[in-house]
């Protein structure tokens, strides 16, 4: 139709799976509420790639299926920009890496064939809007974590305001955000949890510039954050300045992406497929998690003496400063164990496909690091979980998931001891989940197939994440 006006959404993830995945899904729906409308949507992709990305990554081979999808979906290569030598954290790293980038991406916004209707940027891109507001493009923050994490961001300034800085691994008390349940210091993010750290100020300086977006997207939604997403609702924090309006929100998940699966050959899968429904565990820590020689026994000891089944996820850590996980070596594991739990587990030293893991009627349980993804895609499947949380905001997911959502069972993790857990009280953990006769794992699960249907029900043609995603299409076709 040639009286449809056209407009272009450039999006800019960084190049980390839990990040630009979700986000790009959130491009994909978009594009499909704006299949009738008046005008037209294109996506563009600004894409920060590494020099030598890896082919087989998670993130290259999501970018190679997204092409092969006939959407009007454009990837855009920016050029090279080696990355900073001189950083304090990795959120440092990240944030001054995309600040190297400027120049290419205003020449890129500039270069575009339509107006721009709006920029997406991931949230440690927020220092972008600076060229967005000269080339007057509204930005959008996505937050691939929670409405909770992004609330506790939106008012660090006023926490540090108060008194003199706090190390919250060294105090007991409860942080007060308005609108958020009272955390446990011990429960804080770890970028958070000393105010004179360079995270900590990282995420002062983000939160700062947030303000000046046009909207969050953020992925959860109300059913899963009720108090958190409400308080952002209604605008709750500390950086409005005079002249500046609190951005819209648009809780828009769980936004989840499913893939297409070919995996069904995978040995995983073969191995569930002749366990019983509900009685495995499965036991997966991200794209970065990884123990040493010493946790690594304490996990298996625990998942011996525990009795269940268990499919195990182990990788090792990567000496490469941000590069992960690294492919296990099974002659880690403490002599005898393959045999003796033969039949009854499984560890797989590599990347598994998560997804269809969970989805896996063997299912019954996750022992998971606690990244946002793992949690949605969790919740999606109706699998109840054991918080184990590794690095970024993970403690708070945990704290959120046993407390506040009511959909795990709480396992002790030392923060002191480089997060420790022994294999007592893994066993504990299992055994409270997995026992058949376990009241509290029977409360658990039934929870979580509430938050299942809940979260289902949100994304399908008229729930409560699907009027928003709709909202938001509306906004961003509007040239
Ligand atoms: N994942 C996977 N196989 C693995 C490890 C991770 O498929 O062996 C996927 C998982 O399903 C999720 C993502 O990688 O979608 C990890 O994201 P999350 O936010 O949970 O954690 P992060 O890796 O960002 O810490």
Redesign the pocket.
Known sequence: DNNKEHACVYFLPIY???HL?SMLEVAKGILQCNSTPSNTISIHILLTQPENSDKAS?VSSYLQSLQTENLPIHLHPLPFVEPPHQFHCIEDFVTSHIRLYLPHIKAALSASPSPVSGLVVDMFASNVISVANELNIPTYIYFSSTATFLSLTLHLSSLQGKKDPINFSEVEEEICIPGLMPIPSKSMPDPLLDMKSASYKCFMYHAHRYIEAKGFIINSNIHIETKAVEALTQGVTDQLRPGTKFPEIYPVGPVISFGKSNVQEHECLQWLDRQPAKSVLFL?F???GAFDMSQVRQIAIGLEQSGHRFLW?LRMPNTEFLRGSIDANLEILPEGFVERTKGRGLVWPS?????DILSHQAIGGFVT?C????IL?SLWFGVPMIPWPLY?EQHLNAFMLVNEIHVAVKLEVDRKNKGFVSAMDLKQAIKQLMDPGSEEGIRTRVRVEEMMSACRKAVQRGGVSSVYLQKLAAELGKV
Do not use: D, K, L, R
């Not at 990244?371 to 793992?374: A, H, L, P, V, Y």
């Open positions: 980390a799976p839990g995945i998670p997966c991200g794209s970065m996820v990347w598994a496909p998560q997804i690091h990244g946002w993804n793992s895609e970024a």
